[in-house]
């Protein structure tokens, strides 16, 4: 988005606001000499935070600006104090905060935004791009001081024999060009990788060259060590030897393998007969159980017999011992048959018993035998693994590594050899290569193809517009980034005076290119003094003339955005410029009455020399 100035003031404790006012199209602010024309333009500066200060506060008595700017989204009104770094910001636009904003960047961080970014945004810029400012893409922000040349031409540069526009130290060139290309297409080409200075690329390779001749060094002594190592394998063919003592491993190998199934195995059986061993001994051990049994149920018989038999020999009772009475024989049952049937039984089942007891005990030792056995030679297994097959297998192991070794250590020393060849190679190819080769960016090769064609088409037509004499051919030459005028650069063919005006055309030229071309348009066009020094150097009092044409043009041309153009007034073309659109003020010094309808002394009040 475009802005516009449309108020700057100045104040002071005591004194009366010294304000002008612009309107969006032309502006023109006109006076004798000394009478603050210029200084209206650097308390413009001064707010925008360009200059340190506009005027000296010690003799004129201010010591404040402020500056109102209107954008498409609202007004803006900035106020900066004189030996203050800092801008106050009054704003409701939803995009730019409002408050105190820095005016410049501080290594450490500001605590306030920055009023580089506030004119950014102003001008649709809202995120901070970092543009290429040399040919070995380093990087810095865009700034506005920077795009000022642009569009802001200064009374001490309107007579530069060299282009208005580029900035007076060349190495700032290539900056300049990558931020007018930014404006014109939005592209800081984020792809374009830091390459490094001449004097750095060769400290680099300074510092690579002593690096790989260090290290080439450590790798022959370590190459030189491998060798006397490999000098013990001498005369042994090393791989048919390790292949003897991997085939020796494998039969090792499967020696153990078998051993240990045959292991496991014989594990297996024995858990089994364990299982059997001890199921044969619960049985013997109800066996037992019950052959106590029998042996208690025969002594109770025994017992109950011989009681019988003692029983029987004692007489019975014929009288009562109480009484006297007689007491009539009982018939008594004797158990002694019944007894003796069942001992016999019993007897029997023993008997069967102890045979059955036999079997069981000669089926416990025969178990008993197998476990031994199988647990002997089990252990002549384990035995065997452990000190025959294991042990003999991890010499194998050893010797097979040993020979690895060596075949890595071969390796090594090959690798070694090759890599220190590569990096000579590689170290040659580096310090044989020449920095042409590095990409350099030249921001000039991405101007639009039609870049210089259109510049020259608006140069000559404007050229044509403001009656210039013996107007031939109007180029713009790429190369001093300025106008040639009939195949002549200007130093080269005219004055002072035709350097102020061909320079005010360049910037012509420039807005008028922005206005159709750029993505991002400043909208503003300040120049001052364009007419300084200039001689037309023909006897022609034509109103197309140069000097009245030049000011015609700016009268017809105030659609393309705000002009504030500062002039002398005896230098003063006769145009009705108020009724042309334009606004006027004119600081008189009381030597004259002014013609137009704002005028006063000076631009500061009470300050009668500035």
Not at 26 to 48: E, P
Not at 149 to 178: C, G, M
Not at 357 to 369: A, F, G, K
Not at 478 to 499: C, P, Q, R, V
Request: contains cysteine.
């Amino acid at each position: 988005m475009a802005f516009y100035i449309t108020k700057v003031t100045a104040t002071g404790p005591g004194k009366a606001p010294a304000t002008v006012t612009f309107r969006k199209g032309l502006n023109l602010i006109c006076g004798v000499s000394d009478s603050g024309k210029t200084c209206v333009l650097k308390c413009i500066q001064f707010a925008m935070g360009v200059i340190k200060k506009p005027f000296e506060k010690e003799q004129t008595g201010y010591d404040s600006v402020s500056l109102d700017i209107m954008t498409p989204d609202g007004p803006i009104h900035l106020s900066r104090i004189l030996g203050k770094n800092v801008v106050n910001v009054v704003t409701e636009i939803a995009s730019i905060d409002g408050g105190n904003y820095d005016i410049d960047y501080k290594g450490k961080g500001n605590k306030n935004p920055v009023l580089n970014e506030l004119w950014l945004k102003v001008i649709g810029i809202h995120k901070l791009p970092m543009i290429i400012s040399t040919q070995d893409f380093t990087r810095q922000r865009l700034k506005w001081n920077t795009l000022m040349r642009l569009f802001w031409l200064k009374e001490q540069d309107i007579e530069n024999p060299k282009s208005v526009l580029l900035p007076s130290t060349p190495t700032q060139h290539p900056y300049f060009f990558a931020s007018l290309l930014y404006l014109i297409t939005g592209d800081n080409y984020p792809n374009g990788e830091e390459q490094d200075k001449d004097e750095i690329s060769k400290a680099k390779r300074d510092a690579v060259r002593q690096f790989v001749n260090s290290r080439i060094s450590h790798m022959s002594k370590k190459r030189e060590e491998l060798q006397k190592a490999l000098s013990a394998y001498n005369n042994l063919d090393v791989e048919e030897e390790m292949q003897k003592l991997i085939d020796n491993l494998s039969e090792t190998e499967e020696a153990i393998a078998a051993a240990t199934e045959e292991s496991k195995d014989l594990l297996s059986t024995l858990l089994n007969l364990k299982e059997k061993e001890a199921e044969t001994k619960v049985t013997h051990s109800h066996f037992q159980a019950l052959k106590s049994q029998y042996t208690a149920d025969i002594k109770r018989l025994t017992f109950i017999v011989d009681g019988e038999v003692h029983l029987h020999s004692v007489g019975n009772n014929k009288k009562c011992p109480f009484c006297d009475g007689s007491i009539p024989p009982a018939e008594r049952k004797s158990y002694i048959e019944a007894s003796k049937s069942e001992l016999n039984r019993i007897i029997t089942q023993l008997q069967g018993l102890a045979e059955s007891e036999n079997d069981v005990i000669s089926t416990l030792n025969e178990v008993r035998n197998k476990i031994k056995n199988l647990e002997e030679r089990r252990s002549e297994i384990e035995k065997w693994i452990e000190t025959e097959l294991a042990p003999q297998a991890d010499k194998l192991r050893e010797g097979i590594q040993q020979y690895r070794s060596y075949i890595q250590l071969q390796q090594e020393s090959t690798v070694l050899h090759n890599v220190s060849q590569e990096w000579i190679t590689e170290l040659q190819k580096q310090e044989n290569s020449e920095d042409l080769d590095k990409p350099k960016f030249k921001p000039k090769e991405h101007f639009p193809v039609d870049f210089n064609s259109r510049i020259d088409e608006i140069a000559y037509s404007i050229l044509t517009d403001c009656k210039y004499e013996n107007l031939n051919t109007a180029h713009f030459n790429m190369g001093t980034f300025d106008l040639e005028i009939n195949g002549y650069a200007k130093e080269d063919s005219h004055g002072k005076g035709y350097w102020a005006f061909i320079n005010t055309v360049l910037g012509l030229t420039f807005r008028q290119y922005l206005h159709e071309e750029a993505i991002y348009k400043p909208g503003i066009f300040v120049v001052d003094t364009p007419l300084l020094g200039l001689d037309q150097g023909v006897e022609d009092n034509a109103p197309t003339s140069m000097r009245t044409a030049l000011f015609q043009y700016f009268i017809d041309n105030q659609s393309e955005g705000q002009m504030i153009v500062v002039e002398n007034t005896k230098d003063l073309p006769e145009l009705d410029y108020e009724a042309g659109g334009a606004k006027v003020i004119e600081f008189t010094q009381d030597k004259y009455k002014s013609k137009y309808k704002e005028s006063r002394y000076g631009f500061l009040h009470d300050v009668y020399s500035n």
